[in-house]
DNA sequence: TTATTGAACGATAATCAGTATAAAACGACC
DNA sequence: GGTCGTTTTATACTGATTATCGTTCAATAA
């Protein structure tokens, strides 16, 4: 783990973030191993470092990486359920920020690229796509 | 909202769901206006017309439309928050029913097309796109 | 039309993820 | 060593969603 220690050590300087024992051992459990790793996994492999950290440590710090870039949050999710009733295609653009959804239509996808790319036995029979970025009001923001 | 009433009797009945009285209004509340609806704007919506449901049920209902296909969720979340270390750029195969996460590779997004379908001011500088589909072990659920 | 029965509803308690708060510990700087 | 701002910790709290359970209702058959 020497490398995401340096790299940690660049990326918290970049940012100004202070560098805690804490702070570095959640980074480097978060990309010790590869994947999609929720709040309470990442709680468990730190604590078998840090047996005394605080959930709420974790937490604190999951989100400010994700503030400052050093980690995405995949499927950025409004804290509440959202349905739709529109069964025709479309796809959506959300605001990784607010989390603001808009309907987008067009052919942008290359399906026959895409279907090369799927693993074996997956289903997109009906597609749905979203694009995520920012929207204007929080770009507006910086 | 004859139309709906109508066209909610035959989808219950395609799907084998008893036809409340309750249902019929929650699904009228939902696909009356465009959009992307939490659970309690439905819920205060609904109230309107049946000042006596409760919210349990709109939450029920709404679960069994999206089971049925009558209604999408929107990001389809996992229930917790889920962070990715992986900067470089890459997408994500989300499968709707159990919110699995995998990576996937490629060049599948025509850019060009897309930008052109942007509302104004829609940033995206670092693009991340969800697929939803169904994993091949739902998939195998039926 | 009525009787029966399993499904759905309503009220509310429980759960669970995540956040807020405040006190204690840390660490850089003087 | 003392001071001050930041971070961590412990814990209380919030808000969304689900579970429970007694009551009511819709579908079906007589």
Same mark, same amino acid.
């Given at each position: 783990?020497?490398?995401s220690h340096?790299q940690f050590r660049?990326l918290a300087?970049? !940012?100004?973030?202070?560098v805690? &024992? %804490?702070?570095q051992? /959640?980074y480097e459990? +978060? @990309? #010790?191993? !590869?994947? &999609?790793?929720?709040? $309470?996994?990442?709680?468990? #492999? +730190?604590?078998?470092?840090?047996?005394?950290?605080?959930?709420?440590? /974790?937490?604190?710090?999951?989100?400010? *990486? @994700?503030?400052?870039?050093?980690?995405? $949050?995949?499927?950025? &999710?409004?804290?509440?359920?959202? /349905?739709?009733?529109?069964?025709?295609? !479309? &796809? !959506?653009? /959300?605001?990784?920020?607010?989390?603001?959804? %808009?309907? @987008?239509?067009?052919? *942008? @996808?290359? *399906?026959?690229?895409?279907?090369? %790319?799927?693993?074996?036995?997956?289903?997109?029979? %009906?597609?749905?796509?979203? +694009?995520?970025?920012?929207?204007?009001?929080?770009?507006?923001?910086?």
């Amino acid at each position: 783990m020497r490398l995401s220690h340096e790299q940690f050590r660049e990326l918290a300087a970049k !940012h100004g973030l202070a560098v805690t &024992h %804490q702070r570095q051992v /959640v980074y480097e459990a +978060v @990309i #010790a191993s !590869h994947g &999609h790793h929720s709040p $309470e996994s990442i709680y468990a #492999a +730190v604590r078998r470092r840090i047996p005394s950290i605080s959930l709420a440590t /974790v937490y604190n710090n999951l989100r400010l *990486f @994700i503030e400052c870039g050093l980690l995405r $949050e995949v499927s950025p &999710h409004a804290s509440t359920l959202r /349905v739709d009733g529109n069964l025709k295609p !479309h &796809h !959506h653009l /959300v605001c990784s920020r607010c989390k603001s959804v %808009q309907d @987008i239509e067009g052919e *942008f @996808i290359d *399906f026959n690229r895409l279907s090369r %790319q799927l693993p074996d036995g997956f289903d997109l029979t %009906q597609p749905l796509i979203e +694009v995520f970025g920012l929207c204007r009001r929080c770009r507006a923001k910086n």
